[in-house]
C-alpha cells in the first residue's frame, strides 16, 4: 500500500469513515474529491458529510449514464425522458448542488471571518501529545438565528 493511499485512509478513519453501503466506484469518487480538498486545505467533519452525498450522487450518475448509451434511448414524439433518463437528470440536480456548496464553503467561510480551514488539517500529521489531548476541537461555528424582537 503507498503512502498517499494509507493516508487517505487514516484522514477517512478520523472522519467517521464510509458508510456501510459504499461500494469501490463510490470510495473512488469520494476520494479523489477528498485529495483535492486536502490539497486545499479546505476540509472538516460537515465537509465530509458533503463529501459522502457527492460520491453517492455521482457514482449514480456515472452508472445511470452507461446504462442510458447502452441502451441508445430514442426520444418519444412528445419528447419525454425515459425513466432512467429522469433519475440521471435527478441525480445532476444534486450534483450542481452540491458542488455550489463545496466550491461556496471556504468563500463562506472568509466572508464570515472565519478562517478557511479549522485546526483539524493541522493536527493531523502531528503526533498526540505524551499526556493526551487537553483541548477540545469544534470544526465549524454553528450558526446562530438573527434576533427577529
Known amino acids: 500500500m503507498t503512502a498517499s493511499a494509507s493516508s487517505m485512509e487514516r484522514l477517512v478513519t478520523l472522519l467517521g469513515g464510509w458508510p456501510e453501503h459504499f461500494e469501490a466506484e463510490e470510495r473512488k469518487h ?3 474529491l477528498l485529495s483535492v480538498l486536502r490539497r486545499d486545505r479546505v476540509l472538516d467533519e460537515a465537509v465530509f458529510g ?3 452525498r457527492y460520491a453517492v450522487h455521482r457514482a449514480a450518475y456515472h452508472r445511470l449514464s452507461a446504462e442510458i448509451a447502452d441502451e441508445q ?4 414524439d412528445s419528447h419525454y425522458l425515459s425513466g432512467k433518463e ?12 452540491l458542488e455550489r456548496e463545496l466550491l461556496a464553503t471556504p468563500y463562506a467561510r472568509a466572508k464570515n471571518g472565519l478562517s478557511s480551514q479549522t485546526s483539524f488539517m493541522d493536527l493531523l500529521d502531528e ?3 505524551e499526556g493526551g489531548g487537553g483541548g477540545k476541537v469544534m470544526p465549524f ?3 446562530a438565528k438573527k434576533d427577529r424582537g
Open 30 to 32: 469520494g476520494e479523489s
Open 50 to 52: 458533503l463529501v459522502v
Open 73 to 76: 434511448f430514442q426520444a418519444t
Open 86 to 97: 429522469q433519475s440521471r437528470a435527478f441525480h445532476e440536480n444534486k450534483l450542481l448542488t
Open 127 to 129: 503526533q498526540p501529545p
Open 141 to 143: 461555528r454553528p450558526m
